[in-house]
């Protein structure tokens, strides 16, 4: 079936303004990831969504990121008033989610540069 | 907390030469790990994890408590090899769910 999908694949803004990236997760994966890969940084957890319970949110850098997930599937990744610093490949994984080590399946991701 | 720390940023082999990514991790609790593999213009995708004991591609990693460490190793290097390697660390969350924590990477490159 279709893998994990990331809209758009590249996104360039204007410092200050706002930005939505959108993840499609594979059908059925009940549990779902946002990354940001910075170069030299490595792999950044943001939040995870599993099922119906509360979002871990530990890992968003700022109150200007927000992420939603909407009737357990599609989920989209807000960054308000954006910074230069924000300018990074933002990933979305999902995984079947449950008891134990399950494998992450990563999207695309999305390329943001922040002018 | 966690932490997952791979020592080389970059890592060049010549082909047919062994390869070894250093990958060390800290947790309190009963680790689990991966390697994951980014192949140029591709999506980042598992490779092996500990638990399974196998070997893909040519690649194995032990998992040693006494060192905390994980490393990846091949005998014999080939040029498709050449990638972007993440050692992550399966944990449970404060909020009860499993996240992976991954090093910074490392590129292994290989000399024709």
């Known amino acids: 079936g279709a893998g994990v999908s990331q809209s758009p694949s590249n996104k360039v803004t204007e410092k200050g303004k706002d930005v939505e990236l959108r993840c499609d997760p594979i059908?059925?994966?009940?549990?779902l990831y946002w990354y940001r890969q910075s170069l030299g940084q490595g792999l950044e957890f943001l939040i995870y969504?599993?099922?119906?319970?509360?979002?871990?949110k530990s890992g968003l850098p700022s109150d200007r990121f927000s992420a939603e997930r909407t009737g357990g599937s599609v989920s989209t990744l807000t960054i308000q008033r954006t910074q230069q610093e924000d300018s990074a490949v933002y990933l979305c994984?999902?995984?079947?989610?449950?008891?134990?080590?399950?494998?992450?399946?990563f999207g695309p991701g999305t390329r943001l540069t922040v002018t | 907390a966690q932490r997952v720390t791979q020592p080389e940023k970059l890592l060049s082999v010549f082909k047919g030469a062994p390869v070894e990514l250093k990958c060390n991790y800290s947790?309190?609790?009963?680790?689990?790990l991966f390697w994951y593999v980014q192949y140029s213009r591709q999506r980042l995708q598992l490779l092996l994890r500990?638990?399974s004991r196998e070997s893909i591609k040519g690649f194995t990693a032990d998992l040693n408590k006494g060192e905390t460490s994980f490393h990846l190793k091949k005998p014999f290097a080939q040029e498709e090899d050449s990638a972007m390697y993440y050692c992550?660390?399966?944990?449970?969350?404060?909020?009860?769910?499993?996240?992976?924590?991954f090093g910074t990477g490392t590129r292994l490159t290989i000399i024709p």
């Open positions: 994984a999902s995984s079947l989610g449950g008891a134990g080590s399950n494998e992450q399946y």
């Open positions: 059908s059925g994966h009940t549990a």
């Open positions: 969504f599993q099922g119906n319970s509360a979002p871990d």
């Open positions: 947790y309190s609790g009963s680790p689990e």
């Open positions: 500990h638990i």
């Open positions: 992550a660390l399966a944990s449970i969350s404060n909020f009860g769910n499993e996240k992976l924590t």
